[in-house]
């Protein structure tokens, strides 16, 4: 878990409100993932059971509670969360409340699930978005950091999503700085079109150095966090801890980054976490240089 800022920085660190709740996020797999990738910012493994899984009860009380509080979207995260056996039936419960975005790795769907999914958002006024995670656009380059074979596998996951009628999110940490974002999409968009994916869809993520990353890589430098300056003048609503908060089974934290984090957890529910957050934590700073890292590209849009 990454450690807060130094004591003298902490009383420093600023403050962001709860402007409205818009989005609401699920760690609906705990921190239980088929794969066990080298750069994960919680360590998701086989084996991490710091978090459970959501029942299907557990999150149609939240659901709920986040419509009586204007809730207009809703993320479904882990871990893998398709190791959670009710998700389908949760994504298709979501699809009745709002758009869902679900993130997975992509290596165990399965098609009957996707019939099932593409049936329920066929009959929903809302959309169902998938967003896939890759590190590399070969086994050569993916493997080493997700896992051998997860290249294959992510990839017959992705040609399932689009036979199935999806346009997938395609999810890409940088973490080889010398390729520049460019170089990396025009891979993608390559590899992508000869997995039948015309128009493929890519969001480029920058590394958050906690978790596996530390080890990986390295760790966040001391003169890595926000400070008050730097949101002078600065659109907060590009933070997601200004529009959103994120189930888990231990309660309502500010963000899926920081999960891990004892003084993140604002309350047993949403109501509850309705509450201010001090960018206390050096994760903030990756979010403050690149903005919205947890949001949504728009259709056929690449970010990077």
Sequence with gaps: MES????DNISQAPVVHLAHLDDVWFQVAGTLCNLECKHCFISCSPHNRSFGMLSLDKVRCRLDESVRLGAREYYFTGGEPFLNPQMTDILIMALDYGPVTVLTNGTVLKDDWLERLADAEARSRYSLEFRVSLDGWSPETNDPIRGPGTF???MRGVRKLVEAGFLPIV???QLDDTVTSDELYEQFVEVLKQQGYSRPR?????ALRLGAEISRSRAYLAQERVTSDMLAGYDVAKLICNHSRIVTDKGVYVCPILIEAEDARLGDDLTQAHK??????QACYTCWLYGAIC?????????A
């Design 295 to 303: 949001s949504n590209p728009s259709a056929g849009a690449v970010e």
């Design 276 to 281: 201010p957050f001090a960018l206390r934590y």
């Design 171 to 173: 999810t890409v940490t």
């Design 152 to 154: 294959a596998r992510a």
């Design 202 to 206: 890519i969001k480029i993520l920058p």
């Design 4 to 7: 807060k800022t130094s004591a």
